[in-house]
């Protein structure tokens, strides 16, 4: 398994502004994933985040407006870019620790609020 | 296309009833997995269960059961003895097989919001 932390936990920013969200795994995976949650819904993959290469993005989800790093195996970040009311969502990043096994473990999730 | 269904949106029910949240999916592939999540209000997601293509047993994890029958593309949860702390939204996930085998992507249902009252 994995055990996966995300910073901040939650926040509210204003429209225009951008945020970056962290995501920590206590272990090298070999591949880590962005979600969005919107408000009652289910969970849409943003991207997958690769290690030392571009991330691989979802149709609907363009790199502008939602860059991501992944610098090593263990840590990436999202950044939401120039918000609006409707990024207003949970952000959670998932990691699959490899080796045979297609589990995906989550982390916290960033619960974020733009006015 | 792959897809989840997760027909029922919400189900409440009192403490110790049992309980079944139904989970439908579709997919041509012959290799699939299938999961279930739980998310608390704390929103994190928490893994319950990984279910292969090939793997038709059915399992039993103390209170909980899941049911996985491929001629009908179900793959239902069921919580015996309900209890309070059980109220979360579950999701039923299916992964799609990509990127040269490596399955990786996770399709959700909506999910369902289970309220045990007590």
């Known amino acids: 398994s994995a055990v996966i932390s995300q910073k901040p936990s939650r926040d509210i920013c204003q429209r225009g502004t951008s945020l970056t969200i962290q995501c920590q795994v206590d272990?090298?995976?070999?591949?880590m994933f962005w979600y969005r949650q919107q408000p009652g819904q289910s969970l849409t993959l943003i991207a997958t985040?690769?290690?030392?290469?571009?991330?691989?993005?979802e149709s609907g989800f363009v790199i502008d407006k939602f860059p991501i790093s992944r610098p090593n195996l263990t840590f990436s970040t999202l950044t939401v870019s120039n918000m609006s009311p409707e990024d207003s969502s949970i952000y959670l990043c998932?990691?699959?620790?490899?080796?045979?096994?297609?589990?995906?473990?989550f982390g916290p999730g960033t619960r974020l609020t733009v006015l | 296309a792959q897809k989840v269904t997760q027909a029922q949106t919400e189900i409440s029910v009192v403490e110790k009833e049992d309980v079944t949240l139904d989970c439908v999916y579709e997919?041509?592939?012959?290799?699939?997995?299938l999961f279930w999540y739980k998310q608390p209000p704390s929103g994190e997601l928490v893994f319950l269960i990984r279910?292969?293509?090939?793997?038709?047993q059915n399992e039993i994890s103390g209170r909980y059961s899941w049911n996985f029958q491929k001629s009908t593309s179900s793959f239902n949860f069921t919580i015996t003895a309900s209890q309070v702390v059980d109220s979360a939204v579950y999701f039923c996930?299916?992964?799609?097989?990509?990127?040269?085998?490596?399955?990786?992507?996770?399709?959700f249902g909506t999910g369902t919001l289970l309220a045990v009252q007590p």
């Open positions: 998932s990691a699959r620790p490899g080796g045979g096994t297609d589990t995906q473990y």
């Open positions: 272990s090298q995976v070999t591949m």
């Open positions: 985040a690769n290690q030392g290469s571009e991330a691989t993005y």
């Open positions: 997919t041509r592939d012959t290799t699939y997995y």
């Open positions: 279910r292969n293509s090939f793997d038709e």
């Open positions: 996930a299916l992964s799609e097989e990509n990127y040269g085998g490596a399955t990786n992507k996770l399709i």
